[in-house]
């Protein structure tokens, strides 16, 4: 599903430029779920940031479903994050001033789809972590484990190949973040490739592999046994 | 190209932050509203000039006698100059082929008396031909005739108003009533439209008066309009040889300004409208001016409505939004902001000139208002307005990179 090979960046920070990903080979298949690890200033969040086509690559070549990411205009890249991409944010980035249907449905706007579908879907996908009832309250009127739930119903409403979760719980306690990942865990069970980055090793032990970043290399990446979120819930 | 979720995602936008929306509103409201009351006060001015000369025909030349201030030819300074019978003549002798009506003029304010009824009205002694001149509506009876002029009739045309202070609801023609109590028959009534003044006064044959005020052949001023066909600049020359032949006859300095007068409506028009069109594209820049303060106003307010929403931007973006939707977006919504609080500026504006109507006609603005051509060109330039406060915030929001406005902080 992504292939990352030779990957280069680096930020020019005034006079002297900072080499964040100093060459990245990674292969991530179908249905895998991966936790990309690593102190601040590794580079895990640049990294995220490439594959989610916010950023792009210095050097290197990334593939995504068999297209390559290379050069794109920023029309494209819209394009291809609809199609392709989920994203799920630490701070949840709902829109405040629309409900939890209006903000699942925007993906879906972007699409194209009609306002009858969207509304469909946004429902469907909200019934799916469980807020059908709360559909039409605003994100003020939720608490952070159900803003993040919406947050994960608008990643799946595009049906998107790779769900990217950048720290998705790094903003909830530890209960509400096991609620979460139990979510993922059961998304990443129907066969959806997802992508998260965290420092938390108990949330890293959640996925099925992990990828340890340092100093803008991979020092370590190890398939593990998963450790189930249910039974702490 | 109508995209009703774009409306509606608009209308949500706008519905969700009324207070911004507000303030972003008010300045092109302001603007839409002092440009609406200005132009329209513009021609509230323009229709006073025009009401102005209405009165009389706008080929009308009125020549009037004055001082002659500078000797010349043996004769002193500090003359007074009048106009006889015999100088109504040689204008008709001399300009015969450009000239169309002519008439002699004597102004006397007069005790009108019937029974028990007077008043003071100002009576003017006329040739017929005043009646064209004057442009004077016989209601009943008929104006002043040749006739009366050969045989020094007592016979009076009175307007509107004079029959109706003085003989009430009775029909005046046929009645006798007297003008410092020498006694008249009044022959006809008239109307005017050149206003109410107009039509408190009385029109007597020329010669009766000068045969009863002293025996003169003495005149006040000459009227007389000249033939359509020889056009503006025909006119103006008529004006300048008219003026040449009286200085010539009461023995007048060429030089000497204040000699003789003459006057042309068309050209006292033309420079009244030129005066009302000046000041009103000075109107209209000023007007135009504070709209542009308020397209400022409004675009300042947006680029800061877009750094506001960098981060619900971002989020658009992330979620597939291309840089084109959210021009679109930015730019739709402004536009419809400044069209909004523009017609209601409009509407306001409007209705402040309906509301003045005729109040300021003292300060010479009659009936103030804007035409459906100005309200459609308001409407285009609100429109670019829109464009213009909308281009650079729309611009500055599809610059919003993601990566940027998502960043936690």
């Known amino acids: 599903m992504i292939q990352i090979d030779e990957l280069h960046k680096s930020y020019r920070m005034g006079s002297n430029s900072l080499h964040v990903l100093k060459g990245i080979n990674l292969d991530i298949k179908e249905g895998e779920f991966v936790s990309i690890m690593g102190s601040s200033g590794s580079g895990k969040s640049?990294?995220?940031?490439?594959?989610?086509?916010?950023?792009?690559?210095?050097?290197g070549s990334y593939v995504l479903d068999g297209v390559p990411i290379k050069n794109l205009s920023e029309k494209k890249a819209a394009v291809?994050?609809?199609?392709?991409?989920?994203?799920?944010?630490?701070?949840?980035?709902?829109?405040?001033?629309?409900?939890?249907?209006?903000?699942?449905?925007?993906?879906?706007?972007?699409?194209?789809?009609?306002?009858?579908?969207?509304?469909?879907?946004?429902?469907?996908?909200?019934?799916?972590?469980?807020?059908?009832?709360?559909?039409?309250?605003?994100?003020?009127?939720?608490?952070?484990?159900?803003?993040?739930?919406?947050?994960?119903?608008?990643?799946?409403?595009?049906?998107?190949?790779?769900?990217?979760?950048?720290?998705?719980?790094?903003?909830?306690?530890?209960?509400?973040?096991?609620?979460?990942?139990?979510?993922?865990?059961?998304?990443?069970?129907?066969?959806?490739?997802?992508?998260?980055?965290?420092?938390?090793?108990?949330?890293?032990?959640?996925?099925k592999r992990i990828v340890k970043l340092k100093d803008g290399k991979i020092v370590e990446d190890k398939f593990v046994e998963q450790v189930r979120a249910s039974q702490y819930v | 190209m109508f995209d009703l979720d774009r409306w509606l995602e608009i209308?949500?936008?706008?519905?969700?932050?009324?207070?911004?929306?507000?303030?972003?509103?008010?300045?092109?409201?302001?603007?839409?509203?002092?440009?609406?009351?200005?132009?329209?006060?513009?021609?509230?001015?323009?229709?006073?000039?025009?009401?102005?000369?209405?009165?009389?025909?706008?080929?009308?030349?009125?020549?009037?006698?004055?001082?002659?201030?500078?000797?010349?030819?043996?004769?002193?300074?500090?003359?007074?100059?009048?106009?006889?019978?015999?100088?109504?003549?040689?204008?008709?002798?001399?300009?015969?082929?450009?000239?169309?009506?002519?008439?002699?003029?004597?102004?006397?304010?007069?005790?009108?008396?019937?029974?028990?009824?007077?008043?003071?009205?100002?009576?003017?002694?006329?040739?017929?031909?005043?009646?064209?001149?004057?442009k004077t509506i016989i209601d009943r009876g008929r104006f002043i005739n040749e006739n009366d002029i050969e045989k020094d009739t007592r016979v009076a045309t009175i307007g509107r108003l004079v029959e109706k202070d003085l003989f009430g609801n009775e029909n005046a023609v046929g009645k006798y009533f007297t003008l410092n109590k020498i006694v008249y028959r009044v022959v006809g009534v008239f109307s005017d439209e050149g206003g109410d003044r107009e039509e408190r006064n009385i029109y007597t044959p020329v010669s009766t008066t000068q045969l009863i005020y002293k025996n003169t052949d003495k005149i006040d001023q000459i009227n007389l309009s000249y033939d359509m066909a020889i056009g503006a600049n025909g006119a103006r020359r008529l004006s300048r040889d008219i003026k040449k032949v009286l200085k010539d006859k009461h023995n007048i300095a060429p030089?000497?300004?204040?000699?003789?007068?003459?006057?042309s409506v068309i050209e006292d028009l033309e420079q009244n409208l030129q005066l009302a069109n000046v000041l009103q594209i000075i109107v209209f820049w000023i007007g135009l001016g504070t709209l542009f303060a308020g397209v400022i106003g409004i675009s300042n307010i947006m680029v800061y409505i877009v750094k506001e929403r960098t981060k619900e931007l971002g989020i658009r973006k992330a979620l597939g939004a291309k840089p084109s939707t959210v021009i679109g977006m930015i730019l739709q919504e402004t536009m419809v902001i400044t069209m909004i609080f523009g017609y209601i500026g409009l509407l306001i504006g409007n209705f402040v000139l309906n509301s003045m109507g005729n109040k300021l006609e003292d300060w010479f603005i009659t009936n103030p208002n804007v035409s459906q051509g100005t309200i459609i060109f308001a409407t285009v330039i609100l429109i670019l307005s829109g464009l213009i406060a909308g281009y650079i915030p729309a611009r500055r929001a599809a610059r919003v990179k993601p990566i940027v406005a998502l960043r936690d902080e």
Do not use: C
Not at chain 1, 46 to 59: C, H
Not at chain 1, 99 to 120: C, D, F, H, I, T
Not at chain 2, 255 to 263: F, H, L, P
């Open chain 1, 80 to 207: 291809y994050r609809n199609k392709f991409l989920g994203f799920i944010f630490q701070s949840f980035n709902l829109i405040n001033y629309k409900n939890a249907m209006e903000n699942v449905a925007l993906p879906l706007y972007y699409q194209g789809l009609s306002r009858k579908l969207r509304k469909e879907k946004a429902l469907y996908y909200l019934e799916k972590v469980g807020l059908a009832d709360w559909a039409h309250h605003l994100p003020s009127e939720l608490s952070g484990g159900q803003k993040q739930r919406v947050a994960i119903a608008r990643a799946l409403a595009s049906e998107p190949k790779v769900l990217l979760a950048d720290e998705p719980t790094g903003a909830l306690d530890t209960q509400t973040s096991y609620e979460v990942m139990e979510f993922l865990q059961g998304i990443n069970d129907e066969g959806k490739t997802i992508l998260v980055v965290t420092h938390e090793h108990d949330i890293a032990d959640m996925t």
């Open chain 1, 46 to 59: 640049t990294l995220l940031n490439i594959i989610g086509m916010l950023d792009e690559a210095e050097k």
């Open chain 2, 255 to 263: 030089s000497d300004r204040n000699g003789i007068y003459v006057e």
């Open chain 2, 11 to 134: 209308f949500q936008t706008i519905n969700k932050n009324k207070l911004r929306t507000l303030l972003a509103g008010f300045t092109v409201t302001l603007g839409i509203l002092i440009f609406t009351v200005l132009f329209g006060m513009g021609n509230g001015l323009k229709n006073t000039f025009y009401t102005f000369f209405q009165d009389d025909a706008q080929n009308t030349i009125f020549i009037y006698p004055g001082f002659a201030t500078k000797p010349f030819k043996g004769f002193k300074e500090n003359r007074r100059i009048e106009f006889k019978n015999e100088d109504l003549a040689l204008l008709e002798e001399k300009f015969g082929d450009r000239i169309e009506f002519t008439t002699a003029r004597i102004s006397k304010g007069t005790t009108v008396k019937y029974k028990s009824e007077y008043g003071n009205y100002t009576v003017r002694a006329v040739h017929p031909e005043h009646q064209y001149l004057e």
